[in-house]
Protein backbone atom coordinates (compact mmCIF):
# COMPACT_ATOMS: atom_id res chain seq x y z
CA UNK A 1 0.00 0.00 0.00
CA UNK A 2 1.08 3.31 -0.56
CA UNK A 3 1.02 6.53 1.70
CA UNK A 4 1.49 9.84 1.52
CA UNK A 5 1.55 11.66 5.11
CA UNK A 6 2.16 15.40 5.17
CA UNK A 7 2.06 16.28 8.90
CA UNK A 8 2.02 20.23 8.82
CA UNK A 9 -1.89 20.89 8.18
CA UNK A 10 -1.34 24.77 8.25
CA UNK A 11 1.16 27.24 8.06
CA UNK A 12 1.10 30.64 8.02
CA UNK A 13 4.45 33.01 7.61
CA UNK A 14 5.29 36.47 7.21
CA UNK A 15 5.85 38.02 3.47
CA UNK A 16 9.69 37.29 2.40
CA UNK A 17 9.87 34.26 4.95
CA UNK A 18 11.10 31.34 3.71
CA UNK A 19 8.96 28.18 4.38
CA UNK A 20 9.67 24.50 4.09
CA UNK A 21 6.72 22.03 3.55
CA UNK A 22 7.25 18.75 4.52
CA UNK A 23 6.11 15.49 2.71
CA UNK A 24 6.89 11.53 4.33
CA UNK A 25 6.02 9.16 1.85
CA UNK A 26 5.46 5.27 2.60
CA UNK A 27 5.93 2.76 -0.54
CA UNK A 28 6.68 -1.01 -1.39
CA UNK A 29 7.62 0.03 -4.89
CA UNK A 30 11.32 0.54 -5.81
CA UNK A 31 10.43 2.99 -8.37
CA UNK A 32 8.19 5.34 -8.26
CA UNK A 33 7.46 9.23 -8.98
CA UNK A 34 6.84 11.90 -6.30
CA UNK A 35 4.92 14.84 -6.64
CA UNK A 36 3.58 18.16 -5.78
CA UNK A 37 0.92 20.00 -6.41
CA UNK A 38 -0.58 23.51 -5.63
CA UNK A 39 -4.31 24.14 -5.06
CA UNK A 40 -5.11 27.98 -4.72
CA UNK A 41 -8.22 29.14 -3.75
CA UNK A 42 -10.14 28.95 -7.31
CA UNK A 43 -9.79 25.15 -6.98
CA UNK A 44 -7.94 23.98 -9.86
CA UNK A 45 -4.32 22.03 -8.80
CA UNK A 46 -1.24 23.08 -10.34
CA UNK A 47 1.43 21.01 -11.35
CA UNK A 48 4.58 22.06 -9.95
CA UNK A 49 7.47 19.17 -9.80
CA UNK A 50 7.72 15.48 -10.76
CA UNK A 51 10.52 13.43 -9.39
CA UNK A 52 11.93 10.12 -10.27
CA UNK A 53 13.09 7.95 -7.36
CA UNK A 54 16.02 7.13 -9.44
CA UNK A 55 17.14 10.55 -9.20
CA UNK A 56 18.03 11.94 -5.89
CA UNK A 57 19.45 15.02 -7.24
CA UNK A 58 17.50 18.08 -5.31
CA UNK A 59 15.85 20.79 -8.24
CA UNK A 60 15.45 24.74 -7.71
CA UNK A 61 13.10 26.62 -9.85
CA UNK A 62 13.32 30.01 -9.07
CA UNK A 63 11.56 30.70 -5.69
CA UNK A 64 11.01 26.65 -5.36
CA UNK A 65 13.93 24.09 -4.63
CA UNK A 66 13.19 20.21 -3.20
CA UNK A 67 15.01 17.90 -1.69
CA UNK A 68 14.05 14.54 -2.10
CA UNK A 69 15.88 11.92 0.57
CA UNK A 70 15.48 8.60 -0.07
CA UNK A 71 16.68 7.34 2.64
CA UNK A 72 14.33 9.13 4.85
CA UNK A 73 11.54 8.89 2.16
CA UNK A 74 10.87 12.23 2.27
CA UNK A 75 10.68 14.90 -0.74
CA UNK A 76 10.51 18.64 1.22
CA UNK A 77 9.47 21.58 -0.63
CA UNK A 78 10.89 24.78 0.27
CA UNK A 79 9.57 28.35 -0.82
CA UNK A 80 12.42 31.03 -0.56
CA UNK A 81 11.50 34.76 -0.16
CA UNK A 82 7.85 34.16 0.07
CA UNK A 83 4.77 35.91 -1.36
CA UNK A 84 1.10 36.74 -0.82
CA UNK A 85 0.72 34.52 -4.08
CA UNK A 86 2.42 30.95 -2.73
CA UNK A 87 -0.80 31.53 -0.61
CA UNK A 88 -2.63 27.88 -1.30
CA UNK A 89 -3.11 24.80 -0.18
CA UNK A 90 -0.16 21.96 -1.65
CA UNK A 91 -0.71 18.50 -2.19
CA UNK A 92 2.63 16.15 -1.96
CA UNK A 93 1.49 12.79 -4.15
CA UNK A 94 2.97 9.61 -5.31
CA UNK A 95 2.12 6.97 -7.87
CA UNK A 96 3.70 3.79 -9.26
CA UNK A 97 5.76 4.05 -12.82
CA UNK A 98 4.27 1.18 -14.19
CA UNK A 99 2.49 1.76 -17.27
CA UNK A 100 -1.47 1.44 -16.78
CA UNK A 101 -1.28 1.93 -12.92
CA UNK A 102 -0.68 5.72 -12.53
CA UNK A 103 -3.36 6.81 -10.18
CA UNK A 104 -2.06 9.06 -7.45
CA UNK A 105 -1.78 8.59 -3.46
CA UNK A 106 -2.44 12.57 -2.59
CA UNK A 107 -1.27 13.16 0.96
CA UNK A 108 -4.01 15.50 3.21
CA UNK A 109 -2.44 18.81 1.94
CA UNK A 110 -0.72 21.75 3.95
CA UNK A 111 -2.51 25.21 3.85
CA UNK A 112 -0.05 27.75 3.49
CA UNK A 113 -1.23 31.36 4.30
CA UNK A 114 1.86 34.08 3.26
CA UNK A 115 0.70 37.52 5.30
CA UNK A 116 1.59 40.46 4.07
CA UNK B 1 1.07 23.04 -21.29
CA UNK B 2 -1.46 20.86 -21.50
CA UNK B 3 -5.19 22.20 -20.64
CA UNK B 4 -7.82 20.13 -19.33
CA UNK B 5 -11.19 21.82 -18.61
CA UNK B 6 -14.07 20.52 -16.79
CA UNK B 7 -17.61 22.63 -16.66
CA UNK B 8 -19.75 23.75 -14.83
CA UNK B 9 -17.29 24.68 -12.21
CA UNK B 10 -20.52 25.23 -10.00
CA UNK B 11 -23.88 23.39 -9.66
CA UNK B 12 -26.74 23.71 -7.00
CA UNK B 13 -28.87 20.71 -7.83
CA UNK B 14 -32.17 19.41 -6.07
CA UNK B 15 -32.28 15.99 -3.80
CA UNK B 16 -32.73 13.41 -6.31
CA UNK B 17 -32.11 15.10 -9.54
CA UNK B 18 -29.19 13.60 -11.52
CA UNK B 19 -26.34 16.08 -12.62
CA UNK B 20 -23.13 15.56 -15.27
CA UNK B 21 -19.45 16.77 -15.45
CA UNK B 22 -17.48 17.12 -18.22
CA UNK B 23 -13.71 16.90 -18.30
CA UNK B 24 -12.22 18.18 -21.29
CA UNK B 25 -8.60 17.35 -22.87
CA UNK B 26 -8.53 20.37 -24.90
CA UNK B 27 -4.91 20.33 -26.60
CA UNK B 28 -4.23 16.50 -26.24
CA UNK B 29 -5.75 13.19 -26.11
CA UNK B 30 -6.48 11.57 -23.34
CA UNK B 31 -7.00 7.53 -23.16
CA UNK B 32 -6.94 7.74 -19.68
CA UNK B 33 -8.91 10.27 -16.67
CA UNK B 34 -9.28 10.14 -13.47
CA UNK B 35 -12.27 11.63 -10.78
CA UNK B 36 -11.39 12.31 -7.79
CA UNK B 37 -13.80 13.78 -4.44
CA UNK B 38 -12.51 16.57 -2.34
CA UNK B 39 -14.27 17.38 0.76
CA UNK B 40 -13.87 20.62 2.61
CA UNK B 41 -10.03 20.92 3.94
CA UNK B 42 -9.37 17.25 2.86
CA UNK B 43 -7.09 15.38 0.32
CA UNK B 44 -8.28 14.03 -3.17
CA UNK B 45 -9.92 10.43 -2.66
CA UNK B 46 -9.02 8.89 -6.43
CA UNK B 47 -13.01 8.06 -7.25
CA UNK B 48 -12.64 5.90 -10.43
CA UNK B 49 -10.27 5.60 -13.69
CA UNK B 50 -11.87 6.33 -16.65
CA UNK B 51 -10.66 4.46 -19.81
CA UNK B 52 -11.70 5.94 -23.01
CA UNK B 53 -13.88 3.33 -25.05
CA UNK B 54 -14.23 0.89 -22.04
CA UNK B 55 -15.74 0.45 -18.74
CA UNK B 56 -14.40 2.67 -15.83
CA UNK B 57 -12.44 1.12 -12.55
CA UNK B 58 -13.92 1.92 -9.52
CA UNK B 59 -11.89 2.52 -6.27
CA UNK B 60 -12.97 0.25 -3.15
CA UNK B 61 -16.17 2.16 -1.78
CA UNK B 62 -17.63 3.75 -5.11
CA UNK B 63 -21.13 3.30 -6.11
CA UNK B 64 -20.99 2.55 -9.16
CA UNK B 65 -25.02 2.92 -10.56
CA UNK B 66 -24.11 6.01 -8.89
CA UNK B 67 -21.32 7.72 -10.13
CA UNK B 68 -21.62 7.13 -13.63
CA UNK B 69 -18.74 7.66 -15.96
CA UNK B 70 -18.78 7.88 -19.49
CA UNK B 71 -15.46 8.25 -21.57
CA UNK B 72 -16.49 8.05 -25.60
CA UNK B 73 -14.12 10.03 -27.18
CA UNK B 74 -10.42 10.97 -26.55
CA UNK B 75 -11.15 14.20 -25.19
CA UNK B 76 -14.41 13.62 -23.34
CA UNK B 77 -15.01 11.89 -20.03
CA UNK B 78 -18.36 12.62 -18.24
CA UNK B 79 -18.91 11.79 -14.66
CA UNK B 80 -22.99 11.82 -13.96
CA UNK B 81 -24.42 11.95 -10.27
CA UNK B 82 -27.59 9.86 -10.49
CA UNK B 83 -30.18 10.89 -7.54
CA UNK B 84 -27.81 12.73 -5.91
CA UNK B 85 -28.53 13.76 -2.04
CA UNK B 86 -26.89 16.10 0.44
CA UNK B 87 -24.03 14.01 0.80
CA UNK B 88 -22.57 13.72 -2.51
CA UNK B 89 -21.99 17.80 -2.25
CA UNK B 90 -18.57 18.01 -2.61
CA UNK B 91 -15.87 18.97 -4.50
CA UNK B 92 -15.35 16.70 -7.77
CA UNK B 93 -12.29 17.24 -10.13
CA UNK B 94 -10.68 15.42 -13.18
CA UNK B 95 -7.69 14.54 -14.39
CA UNK B 96 -6.10 13.59 -17.83
CA UNK B 97 -2.93 11.65 -18.49
CA UNK B 98 -0.81 13.83 -21.26
CA UNK B 99 2.91 13.66 -20.05
CA UNK B 100 1.88 13.80 -16.04
CA UNK B 101 -1.68 14.54 -14.80
CA UNK B 102 -2.95 17.91 -15.89
CA UNK B 103 -6.34 18.76 -13.46
CA UNK B 104 -9.27 20.62 -14.46
CA UNK B 105 -10.44 23.66 -12.65
CA UNK B 106 -12.97 21.31 -10.52
CA UNK B 107 -16.94 21.36 -9.72
CA UNK B 108 -18.41 22.47 -6.47
CA UNK B 109 -21.42 20.59 -6.48
CA UNK B 110 -24.08 21.15 -3.99
CA UNK B 111 -27.58 19.29 -3.38
CA UNK B 112 -30.08 20.84 -1.87
Redesign the interface.
Known amino acids: AQKVTQAQTEISVVEKEDVTLDCVYETRDTTYYLFWYKQPPSGELVFLIRRNSFDEQNEISGRYSWNFQKSTSSFNFTITASQVVDSAVYFCALRRINFGNEKLTFGTGTRLTIIP | GAVVSQHPSWVICKSGTSVKIECRSLDFQAT?M?WYRQFP????M?MA?SNEGSKATYEQGVEKDKFLINHASLTLSTLTVTSAHPEDSS?Y?C?A?FT???????T?LTVV
Open positions: TFKQSLLTFISKEAFFGQGR
